[in-house]
């Protein structure tokens, strides 16, 4: 495994667990409080399993008055704070400390209010993504957002990651969903930011927050819109000959007026892996395939998938299906959604980038991939969220070789690398954490890291809550940043991914 | 200080105005004004410069010069401008490629002047106000993808980029959206831009009231048929000072009825505007109400006119926005003193007030209603009746004392339009 450097152990603060403890029993309910090493084991690492590290202690508070009475005497203590929603992060925001108080919000696990007449939903930050639709979906309407690791992931997650989904070029990611939060600050001050309003007057510190990884504040209650689900949805699967040709096409269909619901990329390796893994129904002669989402009225969607249709064989489409009912529409995303333990089926393990690149780059960037799986001689498939340029590169390796995991390291930050080159971004929804932290100053420079540290002193003069994590620790720009993944298993191996 | 002084001071400052026209220009005055502790009013064209508190400071930075289109790309659909460029520029360059900013950038200049005067991208991005589109498509700060900017110590720092999806660091960009230059002086700006559609069409219901019309506009935005607009015009109260004058303000053909105006905007191509028209009359039930249709023309002049708050053109009296859950619209009117021009906008999550023979008093009471029902209220614009009040914005302590630590992360001298939101920010 990489060496990763975190913040320093505060021996103080181990050798006065019993004291730590003692007091947090006082504050919570006592059985939420674990302190034993066997109690503490399940807590060690998040979706980022390849890091692992116990918590000093791990606790349960029940409301919003017990949070801001664990961190204000953990303020007040110096002790270090690690929040924690379902646990499901990518990146390893929520990657204990030795010396830590690991803050879980599971038991905020209730819908607060349903407010059809104000289209939002109030919920407790614990609650799962798709509990929201469940919970609208029977007036037909929806929370639009949806990770697709949604049946597990927590809607305080969410906020805390910026989450998108297949769906974000049309819908926005969490933080153009969100409509306030009531959050706990490291020295206790609960603020409610936002509300049922659509706007917020004076500084956007809803929208700060959001995507701050657990940096900046605790998330104790989450008010969200909803959408009315719209009339008819179809979906496209249009193969073509060369890479070229769909990402050409891609271009077209946005040039051309129209924001599909969701358009993903999946090249040559992909197709075969999911199309084996859960006969969807891909074109298989196809070098890459897309998936086009259109939604809205029934007249809407006929008219759109008419023009995609007509866009797709001026771009040399080598074949093209349209979604006949729901069912084959689901079929359809299957394959895609399977893309993760797909590729378990090829290799023994894999890293899956997560680079967001403008869309016109995307053949430029995956000819680099080419290159450079060829220089490392390592496979590599793709998926891309090619309506908002999110690109998700699997590289297979076999840790078992030594050699071979240090290769697929340096070919991963390469990859990211030229992402930055092209003009775009480290990553587009995993979060930083403590994947692509040394990477940030491939994006920015020293001033902006210091203004963005010095934003973080505001709030938490003591850097105490969740430390190391997003803004590296080294001066130097370690070549490391990716998701690991041995034996095909995650830390949630049943989870749909990206 | 009495309204002679105030106004003597604004002229005070221009002449200590300065133009730079480069991105390190901004950055050395500001680094200059840190070390000697000046005070700095940032402007762009001055098209909002009466929203908020008065300024006093003895320097002026105008980002008018810093102007210009750097980069647009249709294709990948964004556009990224210095901050001086106007909004009428940006929108003209992405209507030859049949895009737009679609949060419909108001239009202060009737308001204020009485004609066109749209202001520049800088300062949309400091005010963050938006039209009509709002509870649809979001507000500024939903369409800011990244951007440059010196800060209070004269550093230049950027966030964000040119992709819609993006967590790479602190999300700066909303951050900056609507802090009225108290942050940050912007250097450059990328837009999200978007499809203009095809055509628009308004479903006008005619002769409602307060009390049914945010109905029908709720039940509108919570069918799927994607409505863009949603406004109520009222044709009450009568005042002599702020006349409800819908007729002469819109002059449109194809309303069928005076009265009342209750608008429902569909926006795409021709054939989906009609078959969701269809839907939506069926669906709010209103076979027993007098309607009209605004083809595209008209309806696209209505918005506008909506829009750029030409309702108030020229306007003597304060004008007030208040913002709302919109469920609460109806009670808050009823609560209001009842002789005040307003329209809702938003679906009601929005009201925008005329008030006239308005005391700092009466104010006092509509913002502790406003508060009371989950909103918040801005004095948009003085009268010479009420020229100045403490508090422009609303706020309470425990948002002031978080905003007050992050304006000093980026300024913590204070010199960058302080005062401008809050006092001791």
Known sequence: ?498 | MSMVEKQSSLIFQDSNIEFPEKEIEVANIIKKSYKSSTPVEIVGSGSKRKIGKFLQCEKTLSLSKLEGIIEYYPEELYIKVKPGTKIDKIESELKKNKQQLAFEPIDFGFLFLGKSNCGTAGGQVACNFSGPRRFKDGSTRDHILGFKAVNGRGEIIKSGGTVVKNVTGYDLSKLICGSFGTLVALTEITFKVLPLPEESKTLVLHNLNISNAPGYLEKAISSPNEVSGASFLPINPICTNCKMDIENTFKLNDLKQKGSITAIRLEGSKKSIEERIKNLKKYLKIDNLEISILETLQSEIFWKKIRNLEFFSLSKNNILRIIIPPSECTQLIYELPNKFKYFLDWGGAAIWMEACDLSEQMYESIKKKVVKHNGYITMIKYSDHLPFVEDVFTINHVRFNISQSIKKSFDPKRILNPGKMYTGI
Not at chain 1, 150 to 165: D, F, H, L, P, R
Not at chain 1, 460 to 474: A, E, H, Q, R, T
């Open chain 1, 1 to 498: 495994m990489t060496n990763l450097s975190m913040p320093k152990i505060d021996k103080s603060t181990i050798k006065k667990k019993d004291i730590i403890v003692k007091n947090l029993k006082k504050i919570i309910n006592p059985e939420y409080v674990l302190d034993h090493k066997d109690e503490l084991k399940p807590f060690e690492t998040d979706g980022l399993s390849a890091y692992k590290q116990k918590p000093l202690v791990v606790v349960f508070p029940e409301n919003t008055k017990e949070v801001s009475q664990i961190l204000s005497y953990c303020n007040s203590e110096r002790i270090k704070v690690v929040p924690r929603g379902a646990g499901t992060g990518l990146s390893g925001g929520s990657l204990p400390l030795a010396d830590c108080v690991l803050l879980c919000l599971g038991k905020f696990n209730k819908i607060l209010d349903v407010d059809y007449k104000n289209r939002c939903v109030i919920a407790q930050p614990g609650v799962t993504n798709l509990s929201i639709t469940k919970a609208v979906e029977d007036k037909d309407f929806y929370y639009a957002p949806d990770p697709s690791s949604q049946i597990a992931c927590s809607i305080g997650g969410n906020v805390a990651e910026n989450s998108g989904g297949v769906h974000s070029l049309k819908y926005g990611t969490t933080t153009n969903n969100l409509l306030g939060v009531e959050a706990v600050l490291m020295d206790g001050t609960i603020a409610k930011l936002g509300g049922k309003t659509m706007d917020s007057e004076g500084y956007d510190l809803l929208g700060l927050i959001t995507g701050s990884e657990g940096l900046l504040c605790v998330i104790t209650e989450v008010t969200v819109k909803i959408l009315k689900k719209p009339q008819s949805i179809k979906a496209a699967l249009i193969g073509f000959p060369t890479i070229e040709d769909a990402g050409k096409c891609v271009s077209i269909i946005i040039s051309s007026g129209i924001i599909p619901a969701g358009m993903e990329l999946m090249d040559k390796a992909l197709i075969h892996a999911t199309d084996n893994f859960v006969k969807a129904g891909y074109p298989r002669d196809a070098e890459s395939m897309l998936i086009v989402e259109l939604d809205g009225t029934n007249a809407d969607v006929l008219e759109l998938v008419e023009k995609v249709i007509k866009i797709a064989k001026k771009n040399k489409a080598s074949s093209i299906k349209i979604s006949k009912n729901e069912k084959e529409r689901l079929k359809f995303w299957a394959g895609r959604k399977a893309a993760f333990p797909a590729c378990g089926d090829m290799a023994p393990d894999y890293y899956c980038m997560d680079g967001t690149i403008p869309r016109g780059k995307l053949v430029e960037v995956l000819k680099e991939i080419k290159k450079l799986s060829k220089k490392y001689n390592l496979p590599v498939a793709n998926a891309f969220h090619a309506g908002d340029g999110n690109l998700h590169p699997l590289i297979m390796y076999d840790s078992n070789d030594k050699k071979a995991l240090e290769k697929t390291e340096k070919f991963g930050a390469e990859i990211l690398k030229y992402c930055v080159k092209v003009g775009g971004v480290l990553t587009g929804e995993h979060g930083v954490g403590i994947e692509k932290r040394e990477l940030m100053c491939e994006m920015f420079n020293n001033t902006d890291i210091q203004q963005q540290l010095k934003i973080k002193k505001a709030l938490d003069s003591g850097s105490l809550l969740n430390p190391g994590k997003v803004y590296p620790i080294l001066r130097k720009c370690a070549e490391e940043g990716r998701v690991h993944v041995h034996g095909g298993k995650t830390k949630f191996p049943n989870i749909p991914r990206f």
